[in-house]
């Protein structure tokens, strides 16, 4: 019966994600020599296979259309947190095994940005709430310029988990005052306006100042008297903020402040939580017109970091992916997949005409999987989506409102892209050959290291120890408690 099943999985693998389990020479240098100038992550919150086929679906009517589904690099990811696993055999036997040990962002947002497991809530902190070193902070040692952007309030979990340190991803107001008075990033967006609501209308009376770290800060960014020293000089280096979507469309070209804090008019999210009927097909309830789309900050954030000559290290978050996913919204997931696909694309572009893939790093992937999607009639088996065409919603289910212990689609190009694979950590029937969330941090931190350290051979060492389950069933009690818990 397994071997049919695994048939029956394979076969319909690549009607789910075609590519996803092929991996293909890199097309970068090989060698010792590459160095990379820029590192850019992008992180779909919550995203899946089925996410990035449903809006291919909705936006062509095919799979596989992606431009970072050609990537060189493509590969699955684990995403469990400390203590956890993935078991990929269960995995495909049990229809509820990966909705249990699942991560949070903040533990995945860590082990991505630092290379090492962590506790679900944990925000740049290991299990012993001691402080780890990020990429941010390294990038930072190497003198290149550094930001984060993202639909969602900037100092939500992925953001905060690039840039600080907190034993608890709630102390919103603590982590946005260490984002900003304490770091030594150059540009942080993201939503948090306390005197919009979620439609970008003007409020008669702010709503909570947390996620922008309090009244007072608040108001010492919009006066533009606050910001510590980013660079070293000993001068402090104050925030620009811009709020409107003129202003951030106003930094895609052209001459810019040298440190940018991007505050959208609008609550929590760009889009995904305005109102309307939130399970309407995609666009039907109109966008919001005065928040910037994500490409529209991704762009106006580059042209700012793209000054340094050291280079750059810049984190994008799709960040409402994971709301939708949480309330099952399928057109709004398209929507906001879609946003994040044209970041990606505008990153693509850039990388074109203003840099090379020689000197620059980028990695396209999520931080877990939420809401179990897949084809109707999935349970027990899983099935494919169904395509019903260009400007049609597929045929969606979900079968959780949480994160699930999916594996989720991993995409690398440039300098360093090909070192994934020898951090290779496990064959998934389904999905190939996956490497672990941590693997993000080591090859960063290895690329952003005298090229002289490297060596390949290393690849693999330092495998975490994962085998402790008594923290998986502590972490999972945790989990199931918190469902809401993004
Ligand atoms: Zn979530």
């Known amino acids: 019966m397994r071997t049919a099943l695994i048939c029956f999985l394979l076969a319909s693998a690549v009607a789910v994600a075609p590519g996803s389990a092929v991996t293909s020479s890199a097309s970068v240098p090989t060698g010792k020599a590459d160095k990379v100038k820029n590192v850019i992550v992008m992180i779909a919150d919550g995203w899946g296979y089925s996410h990035v086929n ?23 990811m684990s995403t469990y947190m400390f203590g956890g696993k993935y078991e990929p055999v269960q995995a495909w036997s049990d229809f509820n095994y990966v909705k249990s040990g699942v991560t949070d962002s ?9 290379g090492t497991k962590t506790y679900n809530g944990a925000i740049g902190v290991g299990i012993n709430k001691n402080r780890l070193k990020n990429v941010i902070e390294r990038a930072e040692e190497r003198g290149k310029a550094t930001g984060v952007v993202t639909t969602v309030p900037f100092s939500h979990a992925t953001p905060a988990g690039f840039v600080v340190h907190n034993v608890n991803r709630s102390n919103y107001q603590a982590i946005a005052r260490e984002m900003v008075l304490e770091s030594a990033v150059d540009v942080i967006m993201g939503s948090g306006n306390p005197w919009y609501n979620n439609d970008g209308q003007l409020r008669a009376t702010p709503n909570t100042y947390q996620y922008v770290g309090g009244k007072a800060t608040w108001d010492a960014l919009v006066e533009g008297t606050v910001g510590n020293d980013a660079n070293g000089d000993a001068v402090n280096d104050p925030w620009h903020l811009v709020q409107t979507r003129s202003e951030f469309q106003g930094l895609i070209h052209g001459p810019t402040p040298g440190r940018v804090i991007g505050v959208p008019q609008v609550f929590t999210t760009t889009q995904q939580e305005r109102s309307g009927n939130r399970f309407a097909a995609p666009y039907v309830v109109p966008l919001n017109t005065g928040t910037p789309s994500l490409e529209e900050m991704t762009r106006a ?5 793209d000054n340094d000559p050291d280079g750059l290290f810049l984190m994008v978050e799709g960040g409402a992916v994971d709301w939708a996913s949480h309330a099952n919204q399928s057109g709004r997931v398209i929507e906001e997949q879609i946003d994040f696909n044209h970041a990606v694309e505008a990153v693509v572009d850039w990388v074109k005409h203003n840099s090379n893939w020689g000197e620059t790093l980028l990695i396209v992937t999520g931080d877990h999987e939420t809401g179990y999607l897949l084809g ?33 689609p991993f995409f690398a190009k440039g300098s360093y892209a090909r070192f994934f694979k020898a951090y290779t950590s496990g064959y998934d029937p389904v999905r190939g050959n996956y490497i672990d969330n941590t693997e993000i941090g080591k090859v960063v931190f290895k ?26 069933e502590d972490n999972a009690k945790r989990n199931s408690k918190d469902k809401r818990n993004r």
């Open 376 to 408: 109707p009639n999935s349970n027990p088996m899983w099935q494919p989506l169904e395509n019903n065409g260009a400007g049609n919603l597929p045929g969606m289910t979900w079968y959780s409102t949480s994160h699930t212990n999916s594996l989720i």
């Open 447 to 472: 690329s952003m290291d005298d090229p002289a350290d490297y060596d390949a051979d290393d690849a693999g060492e330092g495998a975490e120890d994962d085998d402790h389950s008594k923290d998986a």
């Open 106 to 114: 903040a533990a995945a947002a860590t082990a991505m940005s630092t």
């Open 54 to 76: 449903a809006a291919s679906y909705y936006e062509s009517g095919e799979a596989g259309v992606q431009v970072y589904e050609d990537f060189p690099t493509a590969m699955a």
């Open 301 to 305: 954030a580059i042209n700012i970091l």
